[in-house]
Structure formats: C-alpha cells, structure tokens
C-alpha cells in the first residue's frame, strides 16, 4: 500500500510470548527485509509499513493504549492456533484458562483476547470511536470466532462493565474473517548472513518466505481500510470456502508431510514431499477425500489448487522444518484433518489417507519425549499415554482425548481400525525402504 502512494496508515507490531521480534526492530526503527525463496530469486525488499514495535509482554498497558488510540482503526491478529484459547469442542474462551482468568481479574492483560477487550473497553470510555478486528490465523469462521471469545471475555466481567462493553461491541466493533496464505518458515543463522550479503546491511529481523501469497477478507469494517485489494489482496463474500479450501487441503497436507517425515528422519518439508509415497498419500487424501467434503469458492479449480500445494511445498530454497509444521499437533489436527475424516465416514468412504495422517500426529506424540514435544498441550498428552507405547496402546488412548477428537469419532470403528493399521506400518522398525512399501500400499 505505501508502494502504492497511499501513506496514511502505518502499522505498530506486537509481539507477545517473547520480545525478541520486538528488541530486532526497535534499533532499526522498524524496518525490515522480505528475501523471497523460489526458483527464481527476488530482491531483497525491504518494509518501512512498522511504525513502531512493542512487547505484549513486558508492556502490556502500552498496548491496550495503542489499541484505545483513536488513530488506531484496524487490529489484525496472527497470534496461532493456541493464542485464541479457545474450547475447539465448544469454540469458546476457555475460562478455565489460568492467563485468562487473570486478564478477567484485572492488571496488564497477557493474552491477547484479555488486550483486545481491555483495549476496547478503553476505546468504548474514551470515545475513541469504531474499530475492526481481522484475525489472520488458519482457523474456520475466525472472525466470527475472534469476535465469539471477545464477548465472552466481555461477559466474564463484573456486571456493570460487562454490560457497557458488550453493548458497545455490539455498535462499534466488526470482526471480518480472512484467509491469508504463505509458508513463512522460522529464520536461520544462514538466512540473515545471506540477506546481510545481497543488501550490504545486518538485518536482525529479515523474514524468508515463498514467492507465493494470498489474503482473502471479507469486506466488514467499522472505521476505513486501505485500498488492499489494490495490492493483491482479494475481498469475497466467501471466506469460509476459501479457509475450507486451505486447511483441509494445503494445511492437512503440510501435516501430513511433517509427521511423516519426522518418523522417517526427514528434516525439510521439501524432503519429506519429495518421497513418492509421501507425495502420493497427500495428492490421494487431498483429491479422493478433502475435496468431496468441502465445497470450493467459485473460481478455484480445487484439484489444480492440489498441484499447486505440492509445487509449493517441494521449494527447496525454503527449508521450511518438519519440526516446525509438526509442533502444536494438538490445536491443528482437528481443524486440518478430522473434519476431513468425519466427512468421508458420513459419505460412506474410507478416510484411509486422513487417518494415515493422524496416525503419523499419534505416532510423533507418543515417541517424544515431553519436554521435546512443542505443543501447549504436552503434558495431558504424555498424562494421557499408556507406559508401553504400540499401536493397540496409544491409538485408543488418543482416540480418547477430548481435546482433540470429539466423542462421536473416537468410538468410530472404522476410523480406529485404520488408524491402527496406519500406526503399526510407521511404527514397525526396520529399513525406510520397508516402511515406504508398506505405505505405498
Ligand atoms: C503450517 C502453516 O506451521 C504450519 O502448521 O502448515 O503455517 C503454513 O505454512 C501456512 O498456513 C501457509 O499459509
């Protein structure tokens, strides 16, 4: 937008479990470099669009300031899966949630749903006027889901200020959803020495990312926006088919590839989509099972969108790691796959790929250690693991795990037959050549 003309919007970064992202952009006023990683390779472009930069964390009040400002219009969130906590049975605020109960109670708020109704509160005292919040995270309906645990939050107060917030909510604040896509993976050592070559400068806060992007919005806001769809951006009445579209084919898939590849050693995503089996077992779930259970928004051609996902996820300049796709199984199987799995059941089919997936989610949980597994819900999961771990152990056990599967499914016996098979082909020891066999299959 700002390489468009249009210099009336500017944006302040928060940052909120670590302040690192912050502590980089501060002493370089909030600049920094994009290095796009494709076949071709771009120049390095460097975004002047952050204003400022300020840890969550250590400044909370700050950022519930920011948000009451009255030059403040737009919030955008990418916060992940976890940082909604939410009941993804219920699609709720979880206010059992200790962060969340001590946002209610009063004091800097921690999470950012206790920010963004603190702020607002703020905003509805001082006059500050209308203000719309677009969650960017892989989530279905995450306006609608965004704006769901705001009002809960609001309806946790005390009465009198429950009552005020929520009414002016009500008139003052909109909650489009979005879809936004780009496989960004985390930055290296090597990433900031190669972009510190290209553009002569160190930038602690460069970001790598594919050449493709997309941002779908639906058109809902209270006080203005930029011209977005000027720059590429696609405004649709359809975000849901497109969120859809992403997760259960290009999310699932990513998952899929990430559990797989860590049970055979594979470090990249790249390497992991570059085993044909693997390959195969995505394009299969992708087009065999994902697409008859979603309806496509008009104009993607859904199995053209298939081959498109496996191109992107084959980049070899993005080194984008199975480890970092496969952390926080928890807040994405259900969203990414079982959605997938419960629409193929209903439909009469096998859901023989998805449950590969999942199988390969049980089999990396129940094969790391706790204090290796990156996922928030680590220790239910390992509290909720046998001592001896094999497919007849750990599939009913997860199965069992409210927090991820809902109860209808967990008592499928088709699913859990499958899954079963599944787990003892990954988790039969021997040479990969065997395991690839048996997953060609
Ligand atoms: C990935 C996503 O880490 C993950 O779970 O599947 O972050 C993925 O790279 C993006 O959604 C792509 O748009």
């Not at 797989?260 to 693997?278: C, E, P, Q, R, Y």
Request: charged fraction near 20%.
């Amino acid at each position: 937008m700002l390489a468009s003309g249009d210099l009336e919007w500017g944006i302040v970064g928060v940052t909120q479990r670590s302040d690192t992202v912050a502590r980089q952009l501060a002493p370089q006023h909030g600049l920094f470099s994009v290095a796009e990683r494709g076949e071709v390779a771009a120049p390095v472009r460097v975004v002047s669009s952050i204003v400022e930069a300020i840890s969550g964390r250590d400044n909370p009040q700050l950022v519930v300031d920011r948000l009451a400002a009255p030059a403040t219009r737009i919030v955008t969130l990418t916060i992940t899966e976890k940082g909604y906590r939410f009941d993804p049975q219920t699609r709720t605020l979880d206010l059992a949630d200790p962060d969340v109960q001590a946002d209610v109670a009063g004091g800097g708020p921690r999470t950012a749903v206790g920010q963004i109704a603190r702020g607002l509160q703020q905003r509805s005292r001082t006059g500050a006027g209308p203000i719309t919040v677009v969650s960017c995270d892989n989530l279905p309906g995450n306006g609608e889901l965004t704006a769901t645990i705001v009002r809960n939050f609001a309806a946790a107060l005390p009465e009198a200020e429950s009552d005020d917030l929520l009414a002016w909510l009500a008139g003052n604040a909109t909650f489009p959803s979005t879809m936004v896509d780009r496989m960004v993976p985390a930055t290296t050592e090597g990433d900031l020495a190669a972009v510190e070559r290209e553009l002569g400068l160190r930038d602690e806060a460069a970001v790598v990312a594919e050449p493709f992007k997309q941002w779908v919005i639906e058109d809902n806001f209270a006080a203005g926006r930029p011209r977005w769809e000027d720059a590429g951006a696609l405004f649709s009445t359809d975000v849901a088919a497109w969120e859809a579209a992403k997760l259960r084919l290009l999310n699932a898939s990513h998952s899929m590839l990430a559990y797989l590849g860590l049970a055979t050693g594979k470090g990249s995503i790249s390497d992991a989509v570059a085993v044909d089996a693997f390959r195969t077992a995505c394009r299969r779930m992708m087009i065999d099972e994902a697409l008859p259970s979603i309806t496509l928004p008009a104009g993607l051609d859904g199995e053209q969108y298939c081959e498109e996902v496996l191109r992107r996820f084959a980049n070899p300049a993005l080194g984008h790691t199975t480890a970092k796709v496969g952390s926080d199984g928890s807040q994405k199987i259900g969203l990414r796959l079982l959605g997938t799995v419960r629409g193929t059941l209903d439909a009469g089919r096998e859901p023989k790929w998805a449950a590969l997936a999942v199988a390969a989610w049980m089999h990396h949980v129940a094969n790391t250690p706790e204090a290796d597994l990156n996922d928030p819900l680590a220790p239910e999961l390992q509290a909720a693991l046998p001592e001896t771990r094999s497919a007849d152990t750990v599939v009913p056990a997860l199965l069992g795990f409210r927090p991820v599967v809902e109860p209808g499914l967990g008592v499928n016996e088709r699913f859990r037959d499958l899954l079963l098979h599944w787990y003892r082909i990954i988790d039969t020891n021997g040479t990969i050549d065997d395991r690839l066999a048996g997953l060609g299959n």
